[in-house]
């Protein structure tokens, strides 16, 4: 099993609202993950992106590689990519928050990500710097 975390910076298209761009890559990428087994959570909050995604390294890196040329954002950083025993999120094909909530609804969101994985065995490496970013965009 393999753990990857990027950030990225939104790029908001003319005509489109972040949430319909956020609403085109679910839509999209609940399928495609479920299809390659690939799991993880995506946050958005601020126009930043935080991903972890989670499945075998092959399909991981590959789904990256497209991620980044992917026009919807740029300035697609890799923070950690690593060998893991387990996936901290085996039930979420990508978890997200729904797009009709609110920005304090994301942030509870977040809260309930990290209560969860703090309370988690499953803790490695990836999932704690994806934490401890997930809490720096979410507090503000
Ligand atoms: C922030 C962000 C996260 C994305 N996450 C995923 C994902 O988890 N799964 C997925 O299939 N596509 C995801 N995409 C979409 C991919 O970048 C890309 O559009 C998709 O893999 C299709 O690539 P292709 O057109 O090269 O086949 C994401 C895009 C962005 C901007």
Redesign the pocket.
């Given at each position: 099993m393999f753990e990857l975390v990027y950030y990225?910076i939104i790029n908001i298209q003319k005509g489109k609202t972040s949430i319909q761009i956020m609403d085109e890559?679910l839509s999209?990428?609940r399928e495609?993950?479920s299809h390659k087994n690939?799991t993880?959570c995506?946050l958005f909050r601020n126009n930043v992106?935080l991903?972890l995604?989670e499945g075998k390294k092959e399909d991981v890196q590959n789904?990256y590689s497209?991620?980044k040329?992917?026009k919807?954002?740029s300035n697609v950083t890799l923070i950690i990519e690593q060998e893991v025993k387990e996936r901290m999120f085996p039930d979420w094909s990508?978890a997200f928050y729904e797009s009709t909530n609110t920005n304090a609804d994301m942030n509870q969101f977040i809260k309930n990500i990290i209560f969860f994985s703090e309370n988690s065995d499953k803790q490695t490496e990836a999932t704690d710097l994806f934490l401890r970013m997930a809490k720096h965009i979410s507090i503000k």
């Open positions: 990225s890559i999209k990428s495609f993950n690939i993880g995506l992106f991903q995604l789904l497209s991620i040329k992917d919807r954002h990508m």
